[in-house]
Structure formats: C-alpha cells, structure tokens
C-alpha cells in the first residue's frame, strides 16, 4: 500500500476515535446538565469540523448507543416514593402505585430494562398477559393514568429505574436518576399490545416547574387501546373492599392445602402492615361469627411457617397446626369446580331423602355448638338452596346472620338469617351486595363485572326489613 494512503488511513482512524470520545463525553454531559459545547478545545472544533459528515454521522450513532449506559449511572439517595413525594406527586400507595398526578402533569416510573436508546421510547405498560395478579392493583390505576396522558391536555414525565433482577416479582429498584426526569412526547401502541412512551429531552429537576407550565404531552392516536375489562376494580387503599378477594383466595389456598405468608398477601392485594393487620382481624372474626374455622391460620411467618401469637391472643386458637387442618376439612377439595357446577346447574329441588341427606352434609361442617341450630334453621327455612344463586350444594352454602342481627345476642332463629353460597356470603358482610325492600340484589359497582349476573335478581326467599342495606 503506498505510504501516503497508510498514512491518510491512520490519520482518519485517529480522527474517529477522537469523535467517538467525544461524542461519548457529549452524551454524559448531557445527561449531566453541562452544556457540551463549553468543554470543547479549539483543537476540538477545528478537528470536528474536517470530519466527513458520513462518518461523523457512524460515530454519532456509536457514540450515542451507549446513552442509556450514561442515563442510569446514578445512585438513588432516598426511597423513590419519597423522591415522587418531594417533587409534589404523592404516590398513593408506596407499595403497588405506579405513578401520580398533580392537577395537568403526570409523573410516571419506569424501567431501564424496557427503554430504547435507538428509538427513545420507554414502556410504560406491558401487554396485560404479562401482568402476574399481584400487579392488579398497580395496572388498575396504570390504566387511568394513562388513559388521560393519551386522550392528551396533560403534561407527562418519566422517571427512569433500573431493577435489581429483571425475573423477580415484585421487581425491586436497584437506582433510579434523581436529578432529572424525563419529558413525555407522546404515548405509542407497540406491536405486541403494550403501550411505548416517546421521550424527549431530559428536564432538571430545578426547572421542572418552570417546564410543566408549557410542555403538553400529544394525544395518542385513535381511541384508547385498553380494554377497561382488565381492571380488577380494587385498585383501592381501602382494605375492607379487598376482604371479599382475600377471603376467597384463601378458600382456593385450602383446596392446596396450602400455606402463604404475610409478604404473598401484602403484595398480592397491594396492603402495607397495619391494613393486612386489620383485613386478618376482620377475616378472622367473619369466620368465628360464622362458625367455621379461622381462615387466617393460613397465613404464616416465612421463616417459621407458623401463626403470629395474634391468632391465639384474638381468637383464642392455641395450636395454628390443627387449625389449619379444620380449615383444610372445611373448605378442603370434596368437590371439584366442575363437579360443584353440575351438580348446581341440574336445577332439581332436594325433597324427601335426598333433602334430608343434604341437611346431614350441611350439618357436618364443624361449628360452634350455639351455632349448629341456627344453619340448620337456616338452611331447612331456604329449601337448601342460596338466596340468591340457588345453588344447592351444601358444602358451597353459609348461614349468614342478616344485617343488624348478632349471635351473640340470641339471634339465632330462621328469620335471623338467610343461606348463601360463601363468596355472596362474604360481599354481603362486606356491604358490596345488598336487597332493596322489594327483595332484590343491589350492587356496589366494584363487584359488578364479576357478579353482574345476580343484580336486580329477586331471592329465592324474601327478606326480612333486617336485611336491607342501602
């Protein structure tokens, strides 16, 4: 090769590596709030200016490949909850909340692992079957947040996190970039069904303010892309909405007869201690004024696999173990889900013997000796169906006390109570099912898509003035 091209050859690698160097430091800086251009020698400029554009442009786009690299060195200083909370965007539930808003801005979190440098876009939701059910809660309010950035009028940003394992559920943040947060151009639908957001330039947190007031994030194209059916409708910090859930979720535990710990429940139903504390008190005395079993024993320490003295000390339960196996006995799998619909759905009424042998299956669920009367009082009074469903499958049935009435005072006659099935049982204790004084189900809306089939239905057997609930 003649020399002058040997030399022309290495003169230009050096001016490229120069550039790639450069352009490296020009994306720190960036990222840095320094303005890049300052930092330039007038070696730089001379040097950069006699760079063919086609290579310069070769380097830009090696250079700026290792922007996200840039973006997330950084340490976070404090707990991201409190870095929202500083900023002015409260996160309404530090455990399973996604985001906030304040009045017309919306400041979002997501991830590092699901960013593009090459396209600078961010998810911001992931397609709804890659959501496991603890994410229910979070997904709930993801939604509506979203759904206002994309309908547009709002001004939205980013706050970017990287994850300390991509696998694990929940995720937990390793850092996050605490001097600036990102701009939100605009929300996009990703071919696989989730949703993108094209960001833009970043925004220093000291000129945060200042920005709100004159960035507005475009509105998406077309309508909405989420379909409001995947919310569960608990996205609530209201603990005792969340009971109905807990409870069954429980009763499917026993057909395992499994065990979960405190940690499963919390982050399962988006509940911090004192309210899971609460939900369990609550549950707990449910099922003692019902006469079963104490459905909590099933929640235990991760460590020792036992009860909280709470269950001893509350409910007087001395041995968590053998409660836990009349829980199994009383909720335990004797029938299947499709055994028990087939059995339901025959519509036939139980009369004469066959009656008679369901009041004996009914009566060999284990309780209280004061409440053995009263279910099947209950349960005779009812025909041995539910109220409401008609099922007719004793081991699906509860005696439940209507409204205002208490065991404990002596109400324990047929009229002091109506047969459901256990999930019905369980929104009516909980005030999301109630009757109207002409004998029909009414619903509170967060229950509705899941049990719209029962709404205005009129009972099987009219209730007394004790049972309405407005």
């Avoid at 609530?236 to 499994?258: E, M, N």
Wanted: with cysteine; proline share 5%; hydrophobic share 40%.
């Amino acid at each position: 090769m003649p020399q002058a091209i040997t030399d022309a050859t290495k003169a230009f690698e050096g001016e490229f590596e120069w550039l790639h160097g450069w352009l490296q430091r020009f994306a720190e800086t960036s990222f840095r709030r320094e303005n890049p251009v300052s930092t330039q020698t007038p070696a730089d400029r001379t040097l950069l200016a006699k760079v063919h554009p086609r290579w310069r442009a070769k380097a830009l786009q090696n250079a700026t490949s290792d922007i996200p690299q840039a973006m997330h060195r950084r340490h976070m200083a404090k707990a991201i909850s409190q870095f929202f909370a500083d900023l002015g965007f409260p996160l309404r539930n530090v455990r399973w909340s996604w985001g906030a808003r304040n009045g017309e801005v919306l400041l979002l979190r997501t991830w590092a692992d699901e960013y593009s440098g090459k396209e600078r876009k961010v998810t911001v939701l992931r397609e709804t079957s890659a959501h496991q059910l603890s994410d229910s809660f979070g997904l709930d309010e993801r939604i509506v947040q979203l759904k206002g950035l994309w309908e547009g009028g709002l001004a939205g940003y980013t706050v970017i996190a990287t994850v300390k394992d991509k696998d694990a559920r929940p995720r937990e943040i390793k850092e996050y970039r605490d001097d600036a947060v990102f701009a939100i151009k605009q929300l996009e639908l990703k071919a696989d069904g989730g949703i993108a957001a094209v960001l833009i330039e970043p925004v220093p947190l000291a000129q945060l303010a200042q920005h709100t007031l004159t960035h507005r994030t475009m509105a998406g194209d077309g309508p909405f892309p989420v379909d409001e059916a995947i919310r569960s409708g608990l996205s609530t910090d209201s603990y005792q909405q969340k009971i109905p859930a807990i409870r069954a979720w429980l009763i499917d535990i026993c057909q395992t007869r499994g065990t979960v710990t405190y940690s499963d429940v919390m982050n399962r139903f988006g509940l911090t201690f004192y309210p899971l504390r609460n939900a369990m008190s609550r549950l707990g005395h449910d099922c003692l004024d019902a006469g079963e079993p104490i459905i909590t024993a099933l929640i235990v320490d991760k460590d020792s696999r036992r009860c909280s003295e709470g269950l001893q000390a509350e409910f007087g339960v001395d041995d968590d173990i053998i409660e836990r196996e009349r829980c199994y006995a009383h909720w335990g799998p004797d029938l299947t889900p499709k055994q028990a619909l087939a059995e339901t759905s025959r519509g036939a009424s139980p009369d004469g013997n066959d009656f008679e042998q369901c009041v004996q299956r009914f009566a060999q669920v284990e309780v209280r000796p004061q409440q053995a009367a009263f279910r099947e009082a209950v349960f005779r009074a009812c025909g041995g169906r539910c109220a409401i469903s008609g099922c007719a499958i004793p081991e699906a049935l509860e005696a439940a006390h209507l409204t205002g009435r208490d065991w404990r005072l002596g109400h324990n006659t047929a009229n002091d109570g109506l047969l459901m099935r256990r999930d019905l049982h369980a929104l009516y204790d909980r005030g999301l099912l109630w009757f109207s004084p002409e004998g029909r189900v009414e619903l509170n809306p967060l229950v509705r898509d899941h049990y719209g089939e029962f709404e205005h239905a009129s009972l099987n057997m009219r209730p007394t003035s004790a049972t309405y609930q407005q």
